[in-house]
């Protein structure tokens, strides 16, 4: 593993204007840093007045960041200055997309519900085109956030890994983050660090009893108790998956079935040769408590993802396929997890389509085939399924984040793919000459050329049926919601 440095400051935001909260904090636990979001307090300042209170130098407030060191303990209770929990007395909406700041899509055009932050602060979000009857909000800011988990108390953890990867924003923090919403406004109310020195992380995943997060090759856990904001104990190695080690696609995506069952993705490379003996590079492990894990599925270039679908007991993964493959019959695929499967790579892009340099050689009748496919290009980077909340078409759909060509970001956006409520398994969909199928665009705007609005990179839905989506290239992370959906 390289020997990066360490990042010396939590979170970057250009150059944003404080808060009415405070400076940038820290607490006596570690000296962690935490910055605040601003809030809709500056909406009604003049400028006068933000720059005095730019000059000014309010005392630091303190509350428990963790960010404890690896192997270590958490701080005693008498060490921590625990505040009480911020009432909600931002704004009495009984509904998400009442809050101040919501930009919300009528049948009428496109509003904004007054009362938030500044129009440079957050950065305006007209650009997002979205059906009628939703909102969308700003949430917050991390550098580079490749994954995105809510903890069951509902604050959200963020990977921001510094490895190089596919598609890597800037400014990640080589940590574990979360952003809580404790006076429930709708914004984070700060970034804190949960865990530090982390290069290359991105598997986040919460259990009944434990946090789980990739560290490289590692997948470790800690225990974990409903409010946990620092490592409540030593950490655990859970697995080192190292049957094959991708400089560039390591991270280890993971998530947990109905019935306990953890599924690990594992990287595979661009370059490799067709071996016809199939041996296990790019796929999906079982934790089962060997060393390694147990290779149960293979044929992965990069599973980039990986999600289960709550009361199906079905788990699925995102495959970024070959580059430049397309012309050859190549396809990104969203494809259920399934012990037994060979999913083609680096032979076949679906059954009975051999890549070309391996036309004459591979037989790719044992492919699987798959029923969710994408162009080369439009890059799936995360997914989620929708928790019923939402109405019709879209109640129970998966939602895939799509990153675009690199360069241009052409066709970065957010889709919705059908589910078939009964069964779990998902509808026949393609973008491949169009989108048909179980598909439809829901979020569109993120390539009008501009590049100036980040790329769509990972999804996660709230218990309450919000959509939080990040943008690794600007860290922005957002939410989008339902009109009826209630607070």
């Not at 005693?76 to 911020?86: I, K, Q, S």
């Not at 404790?182 to 914004?187: A, E, K, Q, S, V």
């Not at 491949?432 to 769509?456: A, C, I, K, Q």
Request: negative net charge.
């Amino acid at each position: 593993m390289l020997d990066l440095p360490r990042p010396q400051k939590l979170i970057t935001m250009g150059d944003p204007l404080p808060t009415h909260r405070g400076v940038v904090r820290r607490t006596q636990v570690e000296n962690k840093q935490v910055l605040p979001m601003s809030r809709s307090f500056w909406t009604l300042l003049p400028a006068t007045l933000v720059a005095v209170a730019c000059n000014s130098s309010s005392p630091p407030s303190s509350m428990p960041e963790g960010g404890m060191r690896e192997g270590g303990v958490p701080p005693p209770a008498d060490a921590m200055d625990l505040p009480p929990t911020p009432p909600d007395v931002v704004h009495p909406a009984a509904k998400f997309c009442d809050l101040p700041g919501s930009v919300r899509y009528e049948t009428t055009g496109v509003t904004m519900v007054a009362g938030g932050q500044t129009a440079t602060i957050p950065p305006s979000l007209a650009f997002l085109k979205l059906p009628t009857n939703f909102c969308v909000h700003y949430y917050g800011k991390v550098g580079n956030p490749r994954q995105v988990r809510f903890a069951p108390s509902g604050e959200l953890f963020v990977a921001s890994p510094i490895g190089i990867t596919t598609g890597g924003g800037a400014g990640g923090q080589s940590s574990i983050v979360y952003l809580p919403d404790d006076n429930r406004d709708g914004y984070a109310d700060s970034v804190s660090i949960f865990q530090d020195r982390l290069p290359q992380t991105q598997g986040l995943l919460f259990t009944k009893t434990h946090f789980y997060y990739q560290d490289n090759t590692k997948i470790v856990r800690v225990p974990y108790q409903v409010g946990d904001r620092f490592p409540r104990g030593e950490r655990e190695i859970v697995a080192d998956i190292t049957y094959h080690q991708s400089l560039l696609h390591w991270p280890k995506p993971l998530d947990e079935a109905d019935d306990g069952t953890i599924y690990v993705g594992n990287g595979g490379d661009q370059g490799e040769a067709c071996d016809l003996q199939r041996p296990f590079k790019g796929g999906i492990v079982r934790l089962d408590g060997s060393p390694g894990g147990l290779p149960i599925a293979k044929g992965f270039r990069n599973p980039i993802a990986v999600r289960c679908q709550r009361g199906t007991n079905k788990c699925f993964a995102i495959e970024l396929a070959k580059d430049y493959s397309a012309e050859e019959g190549g396809r990104e695929k969203l494809v259920p997890i399934r012990e037994g499967d060979d999913w083609g790579y680096p032979c076949c892009a679906t059954r009975d389509v051999p890549h070309v340099e391996v036309k004459q050689t591979a037989d790719c009748s044992k492919t699987v085939p798959e029923d969710v496919s994408f162009l080369i290009g439009d890059t799936p980077f995360g997914f989620d399924f929708e928790p019923k909340k939402w109405p019709t078409p879209y109640k129970g759909n998966a939602f895939v984040a799509l990153h675009g060509t690199a360069g241009p970001w052409q066709g970065a956006r957010l889709v919705s793919v059908a589910v078939n409520l009964d069964t779990g398994d998902l509808m026949p969909s393609t973008t491949l000459g169009g989108v048909g199928g179980g598909m439809r665009n829901f979020g569109t705007g993120w390539d009008d050329t501009t590049l100036m609005h980040g790329r769509p990179a990972a999804v996660t839905f709230a218990e309450d049926g919000r959509l939080f989506l990040a943008n690794d290239n600007n860290g922005d992370i957002i939410w989008i919601a339902p009109f009826e959906l209630e607070r």
